[in-house]
C-alpha cells in the first residue's frame, strides 16, 4: 500500500471522523514475515470474532489450515468446494440428522447460488489482516474493512455515491460475515468500477460485533479516489459537523 495514501487517510479520518475506529486492511502473502500466525484450529471459530484483536492493533495471519471456519477457507480462496450436505446446512437441514440455518429456501438454491461464485487464488499463501496505520510500503492491501456505527456508516456510504451520477457506488449482497469484508471486497477491486461493500448482516456472525455496528469494506482501488476527494465533499459541512460531534 502507497505510504502516501495510507498517511493522507490517517491524516484526512482524524479531521473529518475524529477518534472513530481506524480501518483494518487484509491482503495475500507468501510469508508473513514477524506477523503472528494463528495457532492450527481444530475447533469451529468464527473469523470476525478473531478480528476483534487485529481491530485493537495485534496484527495476525491465517492460513487454511489456521481458519476454524469452512466458510472462512471457501470464501478466502482455500477450498473450491462445499463442505458435504452444506446446501441443507444453510437451508433447512435434514431432518434426525442435522439443523438448519434457514438462511435460504431450498437447498438447490443455495447449490445455484455456490456454482455462481468464483474463487479466490490463495492457494498456499497467507491472509493477513492489521490496521491501516500499521500498513507499511510493502503490504499489497486489497480493501480496507471499517467495522462502523450508524452515523460513522452515513459518512462513509455518502463519500462512496460522491463521484456518481447514478447512487449506487454501495453494494450489500447476501453472504456470510466473512464474504462481506474480503471475498466481495477482493472481487470488487478487480473491476473497473470497485464499489463498497456493505455487510455484516450475517446473524450467525452478529454476536462478534457490537450490536449498533455494521461493516463496511471499500476497495484500496476505491478508497484512493474517495481519500482524494474528502476535502472537497459535504465532510466539511455544517451538517457533517453536527454529526461528527456524535461521534
Not at 71 to 78: L, N, S, T
Not at 136 to 150: G, H, K, L, Y
Request: neutral net charge; proline residues 6%.
Amino acid at each position: 500500500m502507497k505510504i502516501e495514501l495510507r498517511d493522507q487517510f490517517l491524516r484526512k479520518w482524524k479531521t473529518y471522523f475524529g477518534d472513530a475506529e481506524l480501518p483494518v486492511v487484509f491482503y495475500y502473502t507468501d510469508d508473513p514475515g514477524t506477523i503472528p500466525r494463528a495457532g492450527l484450529s481444530h475447533d469451529w471459530s468464527c473469523i470476525v470474532c478473531e478480528l476483534n484483536l487485529v481491530r485493537k492493533g495485534k496484527p495476525r495471519a491465517w492460513n487454511a489450515k489456521s481458519l476454524g471456519c469452512g466458510g472462512a477457507r471457501r470464501y478466502f480462496g482455500y477450498e473450491k468446494g462445499m463442505r458435504p450436505n452444506f446446501e441443507y446446512f444453510l437451508s433447512h437441514g435434514i431432518p434426525d440428522e442435522m439443523e438448519g440455518e434457514r438462511y435460504i429456501k431450498t437447498p438447490e438454491m443455495v447449490k445455484e447460488i455456490m456454482a455462481g461464485m468464483d474463487c479466490i487464488p490463495a492457494a498456499d499463501k497467507y491472509i493477513v489482516f492489521k490496521r491501516i496505520d500499521q500498513v507499511v510500503q510493502s503490504d499489497e492491501a486489497i480493501a480496507a474493512i471499517f467495522f462502523a456505527t450508524p452515523d460513522v456508516l452515513s459518512g462513509l456510504y455518502t463519500l462512496a455515491n460522491f463521484d456518481r451520477t447514478d447512487g449506487l457506488g454501495v453494494i450489500a449482497p447476501f453472504g456470510s460475515g466473512c464474504s462481506s469484508i474480503v471475498y466481495h471486497p477482493y472481487f470488487q477491486n478487480e473491476t473497473e468500477d470497485p464499489k463498497a461493500v456493505l455487510g455484516m448482516f450475517d446473524v450467525s456472525a452478529r454476536p462478534c460485533v457490537p450490536r449498533n455496528t455494521l461493516s463496511f469494506s471499500v476497495p484500496i482501488k476505491r478508497l484512493e479516489t474517495i481519500v482524494g476527494y474528502m476535502d472537497e465533499s459535504f465532510l466539511i459541512t455544517p451538517s457533517w459537523e453536527t454529526v461528527k460531534k456524535r461521534l
